[in-house]
């Protein structure tokens, strides 16, 4: 199992490492700072050096417990090479901020309007996110008033930080995981990873974040669709 090296370095650029294994162009490190698609957040990108060739990494992903990294060719790596890599540093970044965005948007819900409704889902592209809301009643102006919140949150330059926590702890933290995916997979873990925006909200998650919510820029409202009675899907992007 690779060693997850952007869980405690997520401003991370380079590492270097040793090929563990190998099928085809896809490689497996004994450390990585290369992100996997995972909760939302899609996958870095980046090169890897070996033996004075470079790799253009396309695609990560994670398989069981490891951690799969699919290279454009992998000719002449063999297992036990050392390498050195070198992630795609704009798109890492931009999906840290987006992340961020989620998580604010979602502190926004679940601390003003836990009552009425809750922030579902959410999805991070390189160029815009999207959150699902569910609310007895939700339309553009509500949705404004939460962006308008969260971009307080924003201008308040609140500290984010991630630490670990027992999973006995976590289930005993109200509103830590907001969807029963969440809850059950804190059920299966000794430790929890948790996200915190100082004095403002917490939640588990595996992904990669600014280090103060200053960093995120202007929440701008894109688009807002229908989902059924309740059910509003938001497109935002940041500025």
Excluded: C
């Amino acid at each position: 199992m690779s060693e997850r090296l952007y869980f405690n370095d997520m401003y991370g650029r380079k590492f270097n490492g040793r090929i563990e294994s190998k099928d085809g162009n896809k490689i497996f490190l004994d450390k990585t700072l290369f992100y996997p698609s995972s909760g939302g957040q899609p996958n870095d990108t980046g090169i890897i050096k070996s033996k004075d060739r470079l790799y253009n990494v396309i695609d990560v992903y994670k398989e069981g417990e490891d951690i799969v990294h699919v290279l454009d060719n992998a000719d002449g790596l063999e297992i036990n090479d050392l390498i050195h890599g070198e992630i795609n540093w704009d798109r890492r970044y931009i999906h840290m901020r987006y992340h961020t965005a989620v998580h604010i948007i979602d502190g926004v819900v679940d601390n003003d309007y836990n009552g009425q409704g809750l922030l579902t889902g959410g999805q991070i592209y390189n160029d815009r996110a999207r959150v699902d809301f569910s609310f007895d009643a939700i339309d553009k102006e509500l949705i404004g008033k939460i962006i308008e919140s969260a971009n307080k949150i924003v201008e308040r330059g609140l500290n984010v930080f991630q630490r670990e926590i027992t999973g006995d702890e976590a289930l005993k933290i109200p509103g830590l995981a907001r969807t029963e995916p969440g809850r059950e997979l804190i059920r299966k873990l000794d430790q929890v990873r948790i996200i915190e925006i100082d004095n403002f909200d917490f939640q588990a998650d595996g992904g990669t974040h600014v280090a103060n919510t200053r960093e995120v820029g202007k929440i701008v409202m894109q688009k807002i669709e229908n989902k059924g009675k309740g059910h509003k899907r938001l497109t935002f992007t940041i500025d």
